[in-house]
């Protein structure tokens, strides 16, 4: 008599399904959450002005060409007078002040722009720019400008409030502020992103809440690379940040390099060089430097310098900050007129053209009107994730009241492994970059601050959320 086999119970249960391996970059979530959170409240006010202020400037570049076309173009004529005419004419017109630059006609229907310093009126770091017909030498109007992207009073205006709030040196801290933290927001919430399931990452068919997270996390990670460089090139002309950069990149051998303005030969020194003072018309004259210029290479549109002093060369530069770049750089001796130096963007370092690049893409000139356009859509991205975040804070508090903050702790989960090395690195980041180091420090003490003290009257610790 035979009988059944009998099946053990480790036979009939199958084997357990081995447990997924722990993420340990998992506990860093909460804390990218809580960081992400009190950074977007706290900082975003800062973006909005600096997003609104940016999508201005970027828009006040075509602006300006339409607002200014009286002093800018002029009917095309069969040939233009020599630099040395229009110069005097403009003289003529506004013998204050002295020729501190010249810009030829760089184009059949563009006025030459010359650059007067010192005229009373005009404020300080500021040009009187003459606008000169070059095949009439008729004066068509004088503006201010400012900076080497020859911005007039629209630009200008709109430029320095972008940058300072119209507030000086102080100002300019609000815009610092924005830029270092930008990158950190837009960074921490492409992570935030990427770690949700993605099932819960899609707008369509959703509502409330959810669709304004789906809408503020679909545009951010579409926009965080161009939020990431915004900030990368913002910082790099900013008061504290802008200095330790340039500080670095001077020790790596990487600084912008200038060409020698001092004046060789025999004769330095001597002649209508030393005798003009701040004169436009050295020695040989505007004429001869220019043509010496051009023998070199040096195409439209240039701007030529005059001698600082007895002992100064011309300088004439290409100013040209559309792609492809007219950056070379030539030194003229006043007194023969021989070329002395001569420098190429193409010998420029590494670091000195990206940073070259990135302030000009920054500024909207290196691709023109699309440049012009691309930050347009950039910082109307900013100012609808702004909106978003604000509405989504709002939303949790169900449509009454924003929401409570997220409770504090998550520090407190992420390995030691992980957090140390973390702390070392935003220590070190946070001494270059101090308008990131200095408000993250002071969060952290008043949190734990605010901690001790909810602690000692009794109240727990809530739990993370997630």
């Known amino acids: 008599m035979s009988t059944a086999p009998t099946t053990t119970r480790d036979e009939a249960t199958p084997p357990a399904a081995p447990a997924a391996p722990k993420n340990r970059w998992?506990?860093?979530?909460?804390?990218?959450?809580?960081?992400?959170?009190?950074?977007?409240?706290?900082?975003?006010?800062?973006?909005?002005?600096?997003?609104?202020?940016?999508?201005?400037?970027?828009?006040?570049?075509?602006?300006?060409?339409?607002?200014?076309?009286?002093?800018?173009?002029?009917?095309?004529?069969?040939?233009?007078?020599?630099?040395?005419?229009?110069?005097?004419?403009?003289?003529k017109a506004h013998p204050e002040g002295t020729v501190s630059a010249v810009r030829p006609s760089p184009e059949d229907d563009a006025t030459t722009r010359v650059l007067l310093s010192g005229v009373p009126g005009v404020d300080e770091g500021h040009t009187l720019a003459v606008f000169v017909d070059p095949y009439t030498a008729q004066v068509r109007g004088a503006l201010e400008q400012y900076g080497s992207t020859g911005a007039l009073p629209l630009r200008t205006w709109i430029d320095e409030l972008h940058r300072d709030l119209h507030l000086g040196e102080t100002g300019r801290l609000y815009s610092e502020f924005a830029a270092s933290w930008l990158w950190v927001i837009a960074g921490g919430g492409?992570?935030?992103?990427?770690?949700?399931?993605?099932?819960?990452?899609?707008?369509?068919?959703?509502?409330?809440?959810?669709?304004?997270?789906?809408?503020?996390?679909?545009?951010?990670?579409?926009?965080?690379?161009?939020?990431?460089?915004?900030?990368?090139?913002?910082?790099?002309?900013?008061?504290?940040?802008?200095?330790?950069?340039?500080?670095?990149?001077?020790?790596?051998?990487?600084?912008?390099?200038?060409?020698?303005?001092?004046a060789g030969g025999e004769h330095a020194g001597h002649g209508d060089a030393a005798a003009s003072g701040g004169e436009a018309a050295h020695g040989v004259g505007l004429d001869q430097v220019l043509a010496a210029a051009r023998a070199e290479g040096l195409g439209d549109p240039v701007e030529i310098v005059p001698p600082a002093d007895a002992s100064s060369a011309y300088v004439v530069k290409q100013i040209q900050r559309s792609w492809p770049e007219k950056q070379d750089s030539v030194a003229v001796d006043p007194a023969s007129g021989e070329v002395t130096d001569v420098l190429r963007f193409a010998d420029y370092p590494v670091l000195a053209k990206l940073s070259r690049w990135g302030i000009d893409l920054h500024s909207g000139q290196l691709f023109g009107l699309a440049n012009q356009i691309a930050l347009m859509l950039l910082t109307l991205s900013l100012i609808l994730l702004i909106v978003w975040g604000y509405r989504m804070w709002w939303q949790r508090g169900r449509g009454s009241a924003f929401g409570r903050p997220l409770p504090r702790g998550a520090w407190q989960q992420v390995p030691p492994q992980i957090l140390v090395p973390l702390v070392a690195a935003v220590a070190v980041l946070g001494y270059f970059v101090p308008l990131l180091g200095i408000p993250l420090a002071a969060f952290v003490v008043v949190d734990v601050v605010l901690g001790e003290v909810a602690h000692r009257r009794g109240g727990r610790r809530p739990t993370e959320a997630r």
């Not at 233009?80 to 110069?87: A, D, G, I, M």
């Open 26 to 91: 998992a506990p860093l979530r909460p804390l990218i959450l809580r960081l992400h959170f009190y950074a977007g409240v706290l900082v975003a006010p800062f973006l909005l002005v600096a997003a609104v202020t940016g999508l201005l400037y970027a828009a006040s570049i075509p602006a300006e060409k339409v607002v200014y076309a009286d002093q800018l173009t002029v009917p095309v004529g069969e040939n233009k007078l020599p630099v040395s005419e229009q110069v005097a004419a403009a003289r």
């Open 190 to 262: 492409v992570v935030l992103w990427f770690s949700r399931r993605r099932g819960r990452r899609k707008v369509r068919g959703t509502s409330g809440r959810r669709r304004t997270l789906g809408l503020h996390g679909s545009v951010g990670v579409w926009a965080a690379a161009g939020f990431v460089f915004l900030s990368a090139t913002g910082l790099t002309w900013s008061a504290y940040a802008g200095a330790n950069i340039a500080d670095l990149r001077t020790s790596l051998g990487q600084a912008t390099p200038a060409v020698s303005a001092a």
